[in-house]
């Protein structure tokens, strides 16, 4: 009970204060579609890189028997426990300009991710390919391979057993991957202010914007944080709770 | 409503325990943060002095929603302005200190930087504080009077994230103030009339009535020749005319 007050509070406070007479004027102004844009943008390639980097490190992990696995599983979950701020600096120290591989990039290529859309993408797919992931993985893991043994003795070759045997079962848990991936993403602060930087139009995401607006506009604070918890309720609801039964 | 119940509650926060009389909690404009670390306020005072440092406009923010100090100190006018009509101070703003701004560059000048007008160059990865903080309006105001237009790849929401991304060469020059440029050793390029804009740092108590231990430490803080050497010698200039504004 009393969790569900200390959870519920904020929220509750957050409705209270909301201004509701000039909502759809604040939520228009140029500053905050700027960081809607850039938000969608952010948080939808994020996602796509997840279910392209994911996908396959998922099924490495919850089909193939990988030695030191532990310790795999251990790195992928790393940016789900590591403070965001802490994961940008280490995102600067290896792809910022002067980074461990930042620097090759920039010598060989001309191409630097700090203070770009794409290293916004960068951070955010970052912080969001854990949720991804040990969605995944954990699907993989419930539905046995049966299914795919019985494919492969049936004459699938590995490729279309993965195609037409694996993703269809676990469709779902990828769907609900997606889901909090994008939803993470969407809220990524830490990690893209301190990696990415803040630019209206370019890399001031919805979260830097409120950042931002709380200290000078404190009323279009409150109208972006609320969008903000609305989506973040609706990507709840549309999940209905069914990757917290797993 | 809510407000009036927040500032009361706030009212009766502040009112019963502002400082209990173990602890003086003072909030400071991050570029402040060396200085007082330098400072032996154990010297000055037989309190234990607990410090908050981030960017004014965050700690005015903070106060405004009932963050508990004794002693306020901001970047500038606008900021302790703003403080005093949230009603989260109601002492005497008096002139603390000034700062000016330094074009600094990355270690090494990477971006070849000569002058003010380099930030003008798309080609250049240049930093400014966002417009919203006191070192962001000071570097906009000194732009704009120098008649530079500057195109800047990020919007730092605090002096120091800029100087540190200056330092690790992220950035290839930005608009810090003097200094931050010296706290972090950064390479300045000197810029003639850049110094004739000014931030006026403010300090004010936030009782209108603080406590004997806290106008002590107030006073040390503006009067003690020993801090306002380690002040000087951090590269603050000396208050202006001293009068509240």
């Known amino acids: ?246 | 409503m809510s407000r009036v119940v927040v500032a009361l509650a706030a009212l009766v926060a502040l009112g019963g325990c502002g400082a209990d009389d173990e602890t003086v909690v003072l909030m400071a404009a991050s570029s402040l943060s060396d200085v007082f670390s330098e400072i032996e306020t154990g010297a000055y005072t037989d309190l234990e002095l607990t410090t908050a440092f981030a960017g004014s406009t965050t700690l005015v923010a903070q106060l405004g929603e009932g963050a508990e100090a004794d002693i306020l100190v901001t970047a500038n006018n606008d900021a302790m302005s703003r403080a005093i009509d949230d009603g989260s101070v109601a002492g005497t703003p008096v002139a603390f200190a000034t700062n000016s701004l330094a074009l600094a560059a990355a270690p090494g000048n990477p971006g070849n930087v000569v002058g003010i007008d380099d930030l003008a160059d798309p080609g250049l990865v240049l930093g400014l504080c966002a417009p919203e903080v006191p070192c962001g309006s000071l570097a906009l105001e000194a732009t704009a009077g120098l008649g530079v237009e500057v195109r800047p790849d990020t919007e730092e929401p605090n002096v120091r994230a800029l100087a540190v991304k200056i330092d690790l060469g992220e950035v290839d020059a930005g608009l810090v103030y003097a200094t931050d440029a010296a706290a972090f050793g950064l390479e300045t390029v000197a810029v003639p009339g850049l110094d004739d804009f000014v931030n006026e740092y403010l300090i004010a108590t936030v009782e209108s009535d603080p406590p004997a231990a806290v106008s002590r430490f107030l006073d040390a803080l503006l009067r003690d020749p020993l801090i306002r050497a380690v002040l000087t010698d951090a590269g603050f200039g000396a208050p202006s005319s001293g009068g509240a504004s």
């Open chain 1, 1 to 246: 009970m009393i969790a569900l007050v200390v959870l519920g509070l904020p929220i509750a406070g957050l409705i209270q204060r909301a201004p509701w007479s000039s909502m759809v004027e604040r939520l228009t102004s140029d500053a905050v579609l700027d960081a809607v844009r850039v938000s969608l943008i952010v948080s939808v390639s994020a996602t796509a890189l997840c279910l392209v980097l994911g996908l396959p490190l998922a099924w490495m992990l919850g089909r193939a028997r990988l030695p030191g696995e532990r310790v795999v599983r251990a790195i992928v979950l790393l940016p789900m426990v590591l403070p965001p701020v802490v994961a940008g600096t280490a995102l600067l120290f290896a792809l910022g300009r002067r980074g461990l591989i930042g620097q090759w990039l920039d010598r060989w290529f001309g191409l630097t991710l700090p203070f770009t859309t794409a290293g916004a993408i960068v951070a955010a797919t970052f912080v969001a390919l854990p949720f991804f992931v040990t969605t995944v993985e954990s699907a993989l893991r419930q539905h046995g391979p049966n299914l795919e043994e019985a494919a492969a003795v049936s004459g699938a070759g590995p490729v279309a057993t993965f195609w037409h045997v694996t993703v269809p079962t676990i469709r779902p848990a990828i769907g609900a991957g997606l889901a909090l991936a994008w939803a993470r993403a969407l809220g990524e602060f830490g990690a893209t202010v301190t990696f990415a930087g803040s630019l209206g139009g370019r890399t001031r995401t919805l979260p830097l914007e409120t950042f931002l607006a709380l200290e000078t506009d404190r009323e279009s604070a409150l109208a972006i944080s609320l969008l903000l918890l609305s989506i973040s309720l609706a990507v709840l609801v549309a999940l209905r709770g069914r990757w917290l039964l797993r």
